[in-house]
C-alpha cells in the first residue's frame, strides 16, 4: 500500500501556476505507474494525467493538455504535477493514485486502481 501525502495547492489567479507533489512514505510509488487526479465540489472524481514507471510515457486529460506536466522522481518516491495558465475550472481537490496503466489502451482514460487507499488531497482554487 501507498502512504501518500499530497502538497503544494493553493488560491491563485486565473493565468497563474502551481506546482503540486505526492511523496510516498511507503517507498513504494517507484514500482507503479502514477496518476493525478482531481475532485470539484459535486463532481466525481476524475483521471487528470499520468506517468508510467520509467517517466517514459505520459498522457493528460484534454482540458490540461499544453497547460500541465507530470513528472516523477523515482529516487525520492515522488510524483509531480506542473500546472500553468490555471484557470477556474480547474479549482478542485488533487489526489495523486496509482493507476492500472499509463496510457490505458483499453479505455483511453486515466483510470485509478481501486484497491489503493487515497491520501487527503491538496486543494487547488483558482479564482479572481
Known amino acids: 500500500q501507498l502512504q501518500v501525502v499530497e502538497s503544494g495547492g493553493g488560491s491563485v489567479q486565473p493565468g497563474g501556476s502551481l506546482r503540486l507533489s505526492c511523496v510516498d512514505f511507503?517507498?513504494?510509488?517507484?514500482?507503479?505507474?502514477m496518476g493525478w487526479f482531481r475532485q470539484a465540489t459535486g463532481k466525481e472524481r476524475e483521471g487528470v494525467s499520468c506517468?508510467?514507471?520509467?517517466?517514459?510515457?505520459?498522457d493528460y486529460e484534454d482540458s490540461v493538455k499544453g497547460r500541465f506536466t507530470i513528472s516523477r522522481d523515482n529516487s525520492k518516491n515522488a510524483v509531480h504535477l506542473q500546472m500553468n495558465s490555471l484557470e477556474p475550472e480547474d479549482t478542485g481537490i488533487y489526489y495523486c493514485?496509482?493507476?492500472?496503466?499509463?496510457?490505458?489502451?483499453?479505455?483511453?482514460?486515466?483510470?485509478?486502481?481501486?484497491?489503493?487507499?487515497w491520501g487527503r488531497g491538496t486543494q487547488v482554487t483558482v479564482s479572481s
Open positions: 511507503g517507498n513504494t510509488l517507484r514500482y507503479y505507474d
Open positions: 506517468i508510467s514507471t520509467s517517466g517514459a510515457r505520459t
Open positions: 493514485q496509482v493507476v492500472s496503466e499509463c496510457p490505458n489502451t483499453s479505455t483511453g482514460r486515466v483510470s485509478a486502481v481501486s484497491t489503493f487507499n
